[in-house]
C-alpha cells in the first residue's frame, strides 16, 4: 500500500527563509512502500536527500526555478555543471545530472532535463517519465531517504498540466513497490498544479483519511 502525506504551505504571510506548513492530511501508509507527500510551496525552502531541478541541457541555470535554484544552492553548484558539461558536452532530455547541493536543504541536487511539449507525438511521455525514473533510480543506488520534485517540463517547456501529473501518477505506479522506505515529495507552487496532484492520487487513501493542523 502507498503511503501519501499532504501539505499545504502558507505561501501569503510567510517570511522568505520560513515556510509555514498548515496542514498534513495523512492517507494510509505500507511499510514496505514508496511513501509520497504532497506540499505546496516553494522547492527550495524544502529538505530532502535529493531536490530534482528541471534544467535545460547546458545545465548553466536558468529562469523561473532553475535560476532561484541556483541562486539559493549558491555558486559552488555551477561550477560543478561547468565541470561536467566540459566532460559530456550536454545534458540529454531524460538524463540526470547529480551535482551537490550547495546552500540548499539537501545533499544532491539531481539536475535533468525534461522535454519541451510538441503536441505529445514526439516521445515527451516517455522521455517525462525518463527524468523522473532516472531520478528515482538514482536515489536508489546513493541509499537516500527523500527526494523532492517539481513538475518538470510543465512550465516554459509547456507540458500541459494534467498530462504531465498523469506521467508522474504512471511513474509512482510503475516504481512504488521498487522505491520501498524512500519519501517522495511532489512540490508545486501553485495551488491549482497541488490540487491536480492531490485529484490524481486521492484514490490512494480510500476511507483512511486524517487531518491535523501544526
Ligand atoms: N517550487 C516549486 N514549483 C515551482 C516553483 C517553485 N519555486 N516555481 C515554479 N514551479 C513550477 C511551475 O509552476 C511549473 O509547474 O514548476 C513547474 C516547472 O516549471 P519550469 O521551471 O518552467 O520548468 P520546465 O517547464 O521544465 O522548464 C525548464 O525552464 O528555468 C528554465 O533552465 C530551465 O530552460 C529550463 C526550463
Not at 514508496?34 to 529562469?63: E, F, R, W
Not at 527526494?147 to 498540466?161: E, L, M, N
Request: one cysteine or more; hydrophobic letters at 45%; a negative charge.
Amino acid at each position: 500500500m502507498m503511503g501519501l502525506l499532504v501539505f499545504d504551505f502558507c505561501k501569503c504571510t510567510a517570511p522568505a527563509d520560513f515556510v509555514q506548513i498548515l496542514f498534513f492530511v495523512v492517507h494510509s501508509f505500507g511499510e514496505d512502500d514508496m511513501d509520497i507527500q504532497l506540499i505546496q510551496g516553494d522547492i527550495t525552502k524544502v529538505s530532502a536527500d535529493a531536490i530534482v531541478n528541471a534544467a535545460n541541457s547546458s545545465l548553466m541555470g536558468g529562469g523561473g526555478v532553475d535560476g532561484a535554484i541556483h541562486r539559493a544552492g549558491g555558486p559552488e553548484i555551477l561550477a560543478e555543471c561547468r565541470e561536467i558539461i566540459s566532460r559530456i558536452g550536454s545534458c540529454n532530455k531524460g538524463q540526470v545530472v547529480p551535482t551537490s547541493a550547495g546552500r540548499l536543504k539537501a545533499r544532491y541536487l539531481f539536475h535533468t532535463v525534461g522535454p519541451v511539449w510538441q503536441g505529445g507525438a514526439a516521445g515527451e511521455a516517455e522521455l517525462l517519465a525518463r527524468c523522473y525514473e532516472g531520478s528515482l533510480c538514482l536515489a536508489m543506488e546513493r541509499n537516500l531517504s527523500s527526494i523532492t520534485f517539481r513538475a518538470i517540463s510543465s512550465g516554459v517547456y509547456g507540458y500541459p498540466k494534467e498530462e504531465a501529473v498523469q506521467v508522474v501518477r504512471s511513474v509512482v505506479d510503475r516504481w512504488h513497490e521498487k522505491t520501498a522506505g524512500l519519501t517522495v515529495i511532489f512540490v508545486n507552487l501553485s495551488r491549482d498544479m497541488h490540487r491536480l496532484y492531490e485529484k490524481m492520487f486521492a484514490g490512494d487513501a480510500g476511507a483512511n483519511l486524517s487531518e491535523r493542523k501544526i
